[in-house]
């Protein structure tokens, strides 16, 4: 491509760049989606990078904002699309994943409705407008406030093996070392949306706790960096990247609590448990009952819920088996779609 690059009233000619905000019709309301649109003079791929789907995940907003700074259209072959806060009303007035407007948590209502609630409506829009004109896709989020996670890329396998083997090849080339499968492409996530409209995506998931971490976000510069020369949108370097020493997992299980209390974990995200091992327990702050708390499934923790308080629904732990040793028989699409990506 090497015409005018345009979203809504937002454009950048060839060899250009521009920033700005676009307006989206919510319906209800209208909210700015900040934009830097990148538009090399040579041809190449559209790279469309999201962050700021979810609110408190920082450390995406942030290396998704030092990327929009520093990309430049005379290094680009093709066009970058970079926005660094997709979903104004939680990031800015949240900070969690529901959206303050309705209730709504996007990632999972995406490709949307653009006659729908005011959240779907801004699914529908970032598909309308970024997404569906994306060669390829990356979503990028962070464990939320409340959430440990240990940093893994995801992708969701579909039925085109060509498909899937250009979103494996660019979840090996961030220097992430977990890359984490789901066995379909079902359910409201941005890069299982795109996935099924034939966009190879990445879900990039770095950063916890709502920490500011100014390294952690040169890392996932750094790994975008990896990723757009893998893409062919900038030059090769001279000593070629190294592909991470990759480690593939498979969704296997979601534990969510059974009772209100007071939760005491007894892993962090990171950590490999074994089936029916007792991760933490929930002390009934009533009458001092304790309910311990056993995974289901042999694996490795990748989400891990921080929170004292819990109830009964609340997502403690998200567990990915090894891909080596999966097995086939659970059902880690549904996990995937609850996996608090
Ligand atoms: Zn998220």
Redesign the pocket.
Known sequence: MTGTLSVGSLSAEPGGKTRGSVPADLGTLTVDIPLTLVNGARPGPRVVITAG??GG?FTGIDAAARLAARLEPGDVRGQVIVCPVANPPVVYQGRV?ASPLDGVNI?RVFPGDPDGRPTERLAAWLFAHLVDGADAYVDL??G?IDETLRDFVGYRLTRDAGLDAKAADMARSLGIEDVVLGLNADGGNSHAAAARRGIPAVLVESGQLGERDEDAARRLVDGLHSLLRRLGVLDPRDTPDEPAPAHAWVWAGAVAAEATGLWYPEFTAGDDVTASQVIGHIIDPVDGQEHKVRTPVTGRVFYGMHALTVAPGAELAAIAASASEHSGNSDPGETADRA??
């Open positions: 789907v979810h995940e994943d990632n989020h962070s939320g608090p990506a």
